[in-house]
């Protein structure tokens, strides 16, 4: 229930305007589409979803939709179904890298042109339209920034990091960024980082973010590789006493990576110090563009990886690039 009501939400909110200015205006008569997904579990993809849907929709293109529920051989067996139907282009979000990998080679040999969203292949063995934001970077920026922030307490703090599933190439590209930081500053901490596996699963990131602050109490640098994981952030926290606002004695230095509804609302109201940003829309808009132009021009197998640089949105920064962030737009209401 708790998808369903935030797909519908974010499909309301961005339906009408995500890309009015982009792409073609021209119908797509005639072309079919398979969008076949792992599942809706964040904001994000929700956001990706319905960017790719109603833009497709818009241009008169027939969109088929499979959910694959977390499940990469049935999203496989779905990527098949589909080839078999006569589509003229795939568009996935994988389970993880190395089923993209499968799945862009199944395409490949079946000749129709596939499109990765946002989660890429594990290696580039296969030929397919990749976008994907630099995970490394952007987590980079936003960790810097906290950084910045533990060194005007004059003193050392404990970092500690929520890793994603490290079989999703963003998970390990988030995790890098952050290390990319803690080597940079080496007597800032008070010792090597506690690492907190989530496996991207809410249930996960609880009892082992839990099991975290019982045997290291003193953790007061914390990055989130999503920002889905706030409300279970929150909920280990705030019975601390640590779940407090910027300035308080108390506040735990707090950055993450999306750049959801969610984390907008806390960076505002001054429980998260910084977001790292993916742009949702531009990354649709990247791999829809480059599809239709695949399609169009009877290509079988392209083959190109474009990059989102995305950016970091701090408490420096709210005022002049706060609506630049998807999920501020979202909970605007634009």
Same mark, same amino acid.
């Given at each position: ?251 735990? $230095?707090? /950055?993450?990576?999306? =750049?959801? +509804? %969610? ?5 505002? !109201?001054?429980?998260?110090?910084? *977001? ?15 599809? $239709?132009? /695949?399609?169009?021009? =009877?290509? +079988? %197998? ?5 990059? !989102?640089?995305?950016?970091?949105? *701090? ?15 979202? $909970?605007?209401?634009?």
């Amino acid at each position: 229930m708790k998808k369903i009501l935030i797909f519908a939400i974010v499909a309301a909110l961005i339906a009408p305007a995500v890309f009015a200015n982009g792409g073609s205006d021209k119908a797509d008569d005639g072309i079919t589409i398979a969008f076949c997904f792992q599942d809706l579990e964040t904001e994000f993809w929700v956001a990706g979803h319905s960017a790719i849907t109603n833009t497709l929709e818009a241009q008169g293109i027939k969109v088929i939709e499979k959910n694959a529920n977390e499940d990469a051989n049935r999203q496989l067996e779905q990527v098949k179904d589909v080839i078999v139907q006569g589509v003229d282009g795939v568009i996935i979000i994988p389970q993880d890298g190395e089923s993209a990998v499968t799945i862009a080679k199944e395409c490949n040999s079946a000749g129709v042109p596939i499109g990765v969203f946002n989660r890429p292949p594990a290696d580039k063995s296969a030929d397919a339209l990749v976008v994907v934001a630099n995970n490394e970077a952007i987590a980079e920026q936003a960790v810097e920034y906290i950084a910045q922030e533990a060194m005007k307490l004059g003193r050392k703090v404990t970092p500690a990091i929520m890793v994603g599933d490290l079989g999703d190439p963003n998970a390990v590209g988030r995790r890098k960024g952050f290390y990319n930081v803690i080597d940079k500053y080496p007597d800032l901490w008070t010792g090597a980082p506690i690492e907190i596996p989530t496996k991207w699963d809410s249930n996960t990131a609880l009892a082992n973010l839990q099991s975290a602050m019982q045997a290291n109490p003193d953790i007061d640098f914390l990055f989130t590789s999503s920002d889905f994981l706030y409300p279970v952030i929150k909920s280990v926290l705030a019975p601390l006493g640590k779940w407090q606002k910027i300035g308080d004695d108390s506040h735990i $230095l707090l /950055a993450g990576l999306d =750049g959801d +509804k %969610t984390a907008c609302s806390l960076q505002k !109201d001054g429980y998260v110090d910084a *977001t790292g940003v993916q742009d949702v829309y531009a990354e649709a808009q990247m791999l829809l563009d480059a599809m $239709l132009a /695949a399609i169009e021009k =009877g290509e +079988k %197998t392209p083959n190109e990886w474009l990059y !989102d640089d995305g950016f970091a949105l *701090t408490q420096a920064n709210m005022g002049e690039r706060e609506m630049d962030m998807w999920g501020c737009k979202i $909970l605007a209401g634009e």
